[in-house]
């Protein structure tokens, strides 16, 4: 069974950085690409970031570029999102999902506090 | 940017009602729309791709259907477990995904 585990969440000062990580079992990672999507308390999803399954192209929501950073391991399975410039409207839950074209698998989340 | 709607925002509807929730796109995706389920406090669960692929182990009570802007998902008779929130979500843009607002489904 495909398992994704997010880990690396908690509250960060406005300003500051995070780094999460999600990693993945019984897939073939290295073949996919993986994004990660974000939820605000109460409100919809939002696509944050994703990368190739070779790590040599990435892309990125405009409310992120220049702040976030995606970026993998396959030697480990292992997805990371590096968070710099933290703002309160960073604050949600944010999930890894295998996939570029649609998330057939996702992991629990991982919540993200930025406040003060 | 390619935007999604859906409509209506909130459907309340019972157990056993046939329930239609529509999702439209700003421009042509063709068929490139994906459904999703999510519960309170879960993460989002994988339907529908292809705008009517079921996935594996998705009930057959689940449909898809539409192309180009206008797309639906169609519950046949609804269940206890399909009380949720509802996302359609475009991928005509390899890895840039947008997500409408989401449809809750909720009891009547």
């Known amino acids: 069974e495909v398992q994704l585990v997010e880990s690396g969440g908690g509250l960060v000062q406005p300003g500051g950085s995070r780094r999460i990580s999600c990693v993945v079992s019984a897939f073939t990672f290295s073949s996919y690409a993986m994004s990660w999507v974000r939820q605000a308390p109460g409100k919809g999803l939002e696509w944050v970031s994703a990368i190739s399954g070779s790590g040599s192209s990435t892309y990125y929501a405009d409310s992120v570029k220049g702040r976030f950073t995606i970026s993998r391991d396959n030697s480990k399975n292992t997805l990371s999102l590096q968070m710099n410039s933290l703002r309160a409207e960073d604050t949600a839950v944010y999930y890894c999902?295998?996939?570029?074209?649609?998330?057939?698998?996702w992991g629990q989340g991982t919540l993200v506090t930025v406040s003060s | 940017d390619i935007q999604m709607t859906q409509s209506p925002s909130t459907l309340s509807a019972s157990v056993g009602d046939r329930v239609t929730i529509t999702c439209r796109a700003s421009q042509s995706i063709s068929n490139w729309l994906a459904w999703y389920q999510q519960t309170p406090g879960k993460a989002p669960k994988f339907l529908i791709s292809q705008a009517s692929s079921l996935g594996s182990g998705v009930p057959s009570r689940f449909s898809g259907s539409g192309s180009g802007t206008e797309f639906t998902l169609t519950i046949s008779s609804l269940q206890p477990d399909d009380f949720a929130t509802y996302y359609c979500?475009?991928?005509?843009?390899?890895?840039?995904?947008?997500f409408g607002q989401g449809t809750k489904v909720e009891i009547k």
């Open positions: 999902a295998t996939g570029g074209d649609y998330g057939d698998y």
């Open positions: 979500q475009q991928y005509k843009t390899y890895s840039r995904w947008t």
